[in-house]
């Protein structure tokens, strides 16, 4: 079941406070929930960005746009209730609602922009306008990705304008930036081009060399393709080298068969397989070459602290 945007579930929200009273935040995401007839793991689910579950965070932007726009008001802290002016729309389409709500942050936004002072109106005071099904937080995740999406082709386009030789010394180091071979001093080596035996690369898991992890590396065109014979020979290489664990590594893709081929090995060969995308975004993530340009800090307030202070009676 999709998750409704938030500018759809403000009309449920007026509906819910006109039926039940005032409501804390939370005490919403369950009758919602059952509104819109979401699952468990629908509920749970999470950005991408990990910044929390997109439902919830809807809810909250709902409440914010209600309460800006004069509908809902807070008695107190994290409690909300309707205002007379919400009676007029829970009868009314939800568009109508979603007209009104706009067109009151739109002059929200006009007023704050006529009292501030031109440096101020460059620093951004058009935020307070509403988008059309979209919370900020939705914007900023979706702004990040394309971010990321553009460092990601940068990167693979750079690998592929170096060596082979350089490809596979890049995975060596990331499979190390990544954690694998722990404090083994020089854990990762490339093996020797002229007698690899399959293997481009290998990471040792202790100090004595009893464990191991063997490495395939392909710096194929990003519109190719490794096929199932490819990983079956690298299989095989594993097999010479009396080993159960490898991680076949390329800047392209793999065909289903492939894919497939590795996941029915059922344990008895640990094969990983890591395409261009994923490469690029472990090489992101985990900063490989790569260096922070920009920092946005986002805070939201300590429920501990401020819950701590007496209310006013």
Known sequence: MPIPKYNEIMIHILRYLNAHGEQQFRQLEAPLAIEFNLSDEDI????????????????????????????????????????????????????????????????????????????????????????????????????????????????????LSKTPTEFENLVVKLLERMGYGGQVKNAGTVTQASNDGGIDGIIKEDVLGLGKIHIQAKRYARNNTVGREEVQKFVGALAVAQSNKGVFITTSCYSKGAVEYAQSLNGSTNLVLISGEQLAKYIYDYSLGMQTKHQIEIKEMDSDFWDGMQNEI
């Open 44 to 159: 749970s689910r999470e950005y991408d960005s990990g910044n929390g579950t997109i439902f919830l965070d809807r809810i909250s932007w709902a409440l914010s746009y209600l309460t800006n726009s004069g509908l809902i008001e807070r008695p107190r802290r994290g409690v909300y209730k309707n205002t007379d002016k919400a009676e007029a729309f829970l009868k009314q389409p939800t568009e109508e609602l979603q007209r009104f709500v706009k067109n009151q942050m739109a002059v929200r936004a006009a007023e704050k922009k006529s009292s501030e002072s031109t440096t101020d109106e460059l620093s951004g005071s058009s935020n307070q306008l509403m988008p059309d099904d979209q919370t900020p937080q939705e914007m900023l995740d979706g702004a990040n990705q394309s971010i990321r999406q553009s460092a990601y082709d940068q990167i693979l386009d750079t690998i």
